[in-house]
């Protein structure tokens, strides 16, 4: 990869750059668009092609109110999505009454060694106004020598009307080829929104 430099010696008087296209660049590669449905399935476009993918959710609205929104991968495409996880969950929020705020671990949404469906968010509101935004980074998920490290950051209007936020991060337990992922809500559909997934030259 080639190092970009200015071309100019003062940074403030900077007018041009070198080349940036070794850089890399974000490729669209499918959407899904949610409409009271059980679960959105990626069933192709996650493989060798790209060393990370990244899925991003737009205005993810829950059927059932206080809802948690959730993935799991497959090693078969789609066939099973049980990869074993071992994961780090935390949070924080704010309630629009300003009652409380917080930051905290969340110990009752990592997994340790588990083959269950790892929270993104959790407490997701049902009400017109509310949704779960955010986005997944899935790396080297073709990789047959490596785990598949992956990280989320989630908001959501929460249930309790508040603005609450995820950080999760973990990894499968797999050495073999990442191809597909599914999301869902713990309980009742996905009743609307959208997601995207992109590709990292």
Do not use: C, W
Not at 172 to 182: D, E, M, Q, R, V
């Amino acid at each position: 990869m080639s190092i970009v430099k200015l071309n100019d010696r003062a940074v403030s008087n900077a007018t041009t750059f070198g080349s940036i296209s070794s850089l890399g660049e974000m490729v669209f590669i499918s959407k899904a668009t949610a409409s009271s449905s059980a679960s959105i399935e990626f069933t192709s476009g996650i493989d060798s092609t790209y060393k990370e993918y990244v899925f991003y959710f737009v205005n993810i609205h829950p059927a059932t109110d206080d809802t948690t929104f959730q993935f799991n991968m497959s090693t078969d495409g789609g066939s099973n999505y049980n990869v074993t996880k071992t994961t780090t969950f935390f949070v924080d929020y704010h309630f629009e009454n300003d009652v409380a705020t917080d930051l905290q671990y969340g110990t009752s949404h990592d997994l340790a060694q588990s083959t269950a469906y790892q929270t993104l968010d959790y407490g997701v509101g049902a009400d017109n106004d509310q949704q779960i935004s955010g986005y997944l980074n899935l790396f080297n998920p073709s990789s047959t020598t490596f785990v598949k490290h992956f990280m989320a950051r989630m908001v959501n209007a929460y249930s309790y009307d508040a603005s609450h936020n995820t950080h999760v991060a973990g990894y499968g337990n797999t050495t073999s080829p990442i191809n597909a992922i599914k999301f869902q809500m713990s309980s009742g559909n996905i009743d609307a929104g959208q997601i995207l997934l992109f590709g990292v030259n």
